[in-house]
Every structure is written in C-alpha cells, then in structure tokens.
C-alpha cells in the first residue's frame, strides 16, 4: 500500500501524536508499505523534502508554524496542508489518507476529501485528542476548566463549542474508518456524539526495543531515591500535587520535573531544593531519564493516553498515577502500578512512602512491562493498523 500520513508536528518536534506515527510508518515501511508524511515546518533547518531510512517527509511552512495562533490561521494552516494532500495524492494516487490528530491534520484531510466520495474511501482518522477542546484552549473563555475534559468541552456554554462540536462530529461521520487509542474515546465519540459508525481501537505504540528495563545512571550523584515526571507544564497536568508531595517527604525524595509551559514559573516558585526543573528533552533522550530514576509520578486532572506513562511502564519502573478515567483503562491498582486520588498530595505522599519502604515496586514493574508488550509493542499495533486499512472497501 502507498500511505500518507498527515499531522501537525513530526520529530524532530517533540509530540505524542508525531513519535507515535513515526513508530508505526516505520513497521509499516518494514513491512513493505510506501508511506510518506505530510506536516508542518517550523524552521529553515527542516527540508520541504527529506527522505529518512525509507521515509519520505514533506513538510509545509503555515501560520501556526510561524507561530501566529487563532482561529483564522488554523484555519490557513489547514488549507496549506490540504492544498499539500492535493498536489501529492494526484501523483502518487494514494491507498490510504491517515490523519492522526482530530485538529490540524484531520481539518486538511476534510478538506481535501470532503465531497470527493471516491477520496473518503481512502480515509482513516486516529481519535486521540479533541477539535472543540483545542479550539476552546486556543481562545480561552472564562469558565472552562480544561482538566475536566472533553465532553465538558462539548457541554460548554459557548458558541463556539456549539459550532465546532458540530463540525467535529460532521468531519468524523466523513471518514470510512476511525479509530481511538482509549476506551474513553470510543465511549464518548459513541454515547456522546453519537458518531454513524462504531469505533476501533487501537493503543498508542512504544518501541519496547528502546524503552526497556536497563539501568542508567543521569542521578547517581543525588544519593537519594529520584523520582521524575515528564509532562507539557499547564494546570491541569497536576504537577503541583507531586511537588506538594514530595515536600512533605521532608527530603526522603528528589523530584525532577521535566518540561516546558505556561505553569511552569509558578510551578517553580511552589518548590523547594529537592525538586529540580529540566527543560523539554529530544525524544530520543527520554529513555536515559526514564531509566536513572526510581519511580515515575503521573499526576494529571486530565489525560487521554500519555506517552511518557506508558513508555516508563515499558522501563520497568514503578509509576503513581491519578486515579481517572483514562488511566485506569490500563493501569490497575496494586498490580502493574499505584493509583491516588487526583489531586490529593497526601495520598500521592503515602504511595510514594510505600514504594520507599515495599518491596513490591519490582513486582509492579515487571508487570506494567507485561501489559505494555501485551498492549502496545509496535507489532501488536501495526497489526491493527494493517487490519483497519484492510477494511476499507
């Protein structure tokens, strides 16, 4: 098959959705597929065209990646991307058209496609984040508070949640397949929405080759237990409940915090001098991080399927999360990881005292690295994702 891929930001840019289509393009290649992907520039050091490994990448330059936010330029930014599926597709006449983003990239494929039915035979979408949710964070209204989520999104008083929650389900319904990386998505899409078609899923892919159990050694000098969490600096990623726990460990626990946001100055002046800042990191680093520390916090009010969760689970290492939804769809208690209540430091505090003190967290571990060879090796995922392009009539 001859496939594109289309999203808004692709390594080098650091990102989910981009790490994710890069694991799956490459299987896909391995396999004998042709894929190429279509994404956005963001400097004059990125190529309009480069091939990689078999990969063939072809970038656009837009406003969002000039850095002019708003509603209008996502907009342009969209049609620049579509207008780049247009002047591919009829030369290369492509088998399938995979967006995986329901922003950006899903945009220009509706564009492209839409009206077209012999295009929307072609198109498979990954649900794996949210149209009205982006659009809602990008003019910020007075009221939403986005750690509740995405269907809050879509009962916001607000117009344009009325209108884009519209468009959103409109741009869905057009696509012959969807998908979704969490059961909360499908639910919602389903029971919610009420989209005309029933959803798949299929997990977020960890290259479990590179994200394995091996020890480094970044924190040797700290002489203490380190604990680590990597995470886009906003509020609702719940960060200010794992410096609140660890500062009530009275020093027992070093805390580094990994990333870059609007929180992150306040973030910053809540701590004290046994919790550290690193900015974001290469994606190809993450895995050293990962593997020096002792235990990985996840405290998020909201989260659909974090990468960086996942991929320490695929390390071995003994992870805390909030106890929600999306979470607990494959993390269990006790089992392969802790969970506490979003939120709450002094629980977070107690299930770090336990680990400290319990010889458990081995067994934890190896057991979040069972459910993520079960779940998301690259070659359990591709196989879904061969399967769903099979489908398409």
């Known amino acids: 098959m001859k496939i594109a891929m289309v999203l808004s930001t692709f390594p080098p840019i650091s990102g989910g959705a981009g790490s994710s289509c890069e694991i799956i393009s490459m299987e896909l290649?391995?396999?004998?597929?042709?894929?190429?992907?279509?994404?956005?520039?963001?400097?004059?050091?990125?190529?309009?065209?480069?091939?990689?490994?078999?990969?063939?990448?072809?970038?656009?330059?837009?406003?969002?990646?000039?850095?002019?936010?708003?509603?209008?330029?996502?907009y342009k930014t969209a049609k620049k991307i579509s207008d780049k599926i247009k002047e591919l597709d009829k030369n290369e006449n492509y088998d399938i058209i995979h967006s995986h983003e329901v922003t950006i990239g899903n945009s220009a494929v509706f564009m492209y496609t839409y009206g077209k039915e012999n295009k929307r035979r072609k198109t498979v979408l990954k649900y794996g984040g949210d149209l009205v949710y982006e659009v809602l964070g990008t003019i910020k209204p007075k009221g939403w508070l986005p750690e509740k989520g995405y269907l809050a999104s879509w009962k916001f008083s607000h117009i344009l949640s009325r209108i884009f929650f519209i468009l959103e389900k409109k741009m869905i319904n057009h696509y012959a397949l969807v998908y979704s990386n969490s059961e909360y998505g499908k639910w919602l899409l389903e029971n919610e929405m009420k989209v005309?078609?029933?959803?798949?899923?299929?997990?977020?892919?960890?290259?479990?080759?590179?994200f394995k159990p091996m020890r480094k050694f970044l924190f040797k000098d700290y002489n203490k237990i380190v604990a680590i969490t990597i995470s886009r600096l906003v509020p609702w990623k719940g960060i200010e409940t794992a410096i609140d726990a660890v500062k009530k460990l009275n020093g027992k626990v070093y805390l580094i915090v990994i990333g870059d946001g609007v929180y992150k100055e306040r973030l910053k002046s809540m701590a004290d001098k046994n919790i550290a800042f690193v900015n974001s990191i290469p994606h190809e680093k993450i895995n050293d991080y990962i593997n020096s520390c002792d235990i990985y916090i996840h405290p998020s009010y909201f989260d659909p399927n974090p990468n960086s969760l996942l991929e320490a689970?695929?390390?071995?290492?003994?992870?805390?999360?909030?106890n929600i939804?999306?979470?607990?769809?494959?993390?269990?208690?006790?089992w392969n990881g802790l969970l506490f209540s979003a939120g709450n430091s002094d629980e977070l505090k107690n299930k770090i005292g336990f680990l400290i003190n319990n010889k458990k967290s081995g067994r934890l571990g190896n057991n979040a690295v069972k459910s993520i060879l079960?779940?998301?090796?690259i070659g359990v995922v591709v196989d879904k994702i061969e399967k769903l392009y099979r489908c398409i009539k």
């Not at 005309?196 to 590179?210: A, E, G, L, S, Y």
């Not at 689970?313 to 909030?322: D, L, R, T």
């Not at 979470?327 to 208690?333: G, L, Q, R, Y």
């Not at 079960?374 to 090796?377: A, D, G, P, R, T």
């Open 196 to 210: 005309n078609k029933k959803i798949k899923i299929v997990r977020n892919p960890i290259d479990t080759q590179k």
């Open 29 to 74: 290649i391995k396999r004998g597929h042709e894929v190429h992907i279509i994404t956005q520039k963001f400097n004059n050091e990125e190529k309009d065209f480069e091939e990689k490994t078999g990969l063939k990448i072809f970038r656009v330059k837009t406003p969002f990646s000039s850095g002019k936010t708003g509603l209008i330029n996502f």
């Open 374 to 377: 079960k779940n998301n090796s």
């Open 325 to 334: 939804t999306t979470i607990k769809e494959f993390v269990k208690d006790n």
């Open 313 to 322: 689970m695929s390390c071995g290492k003994p992870c805390i999360s909030a």
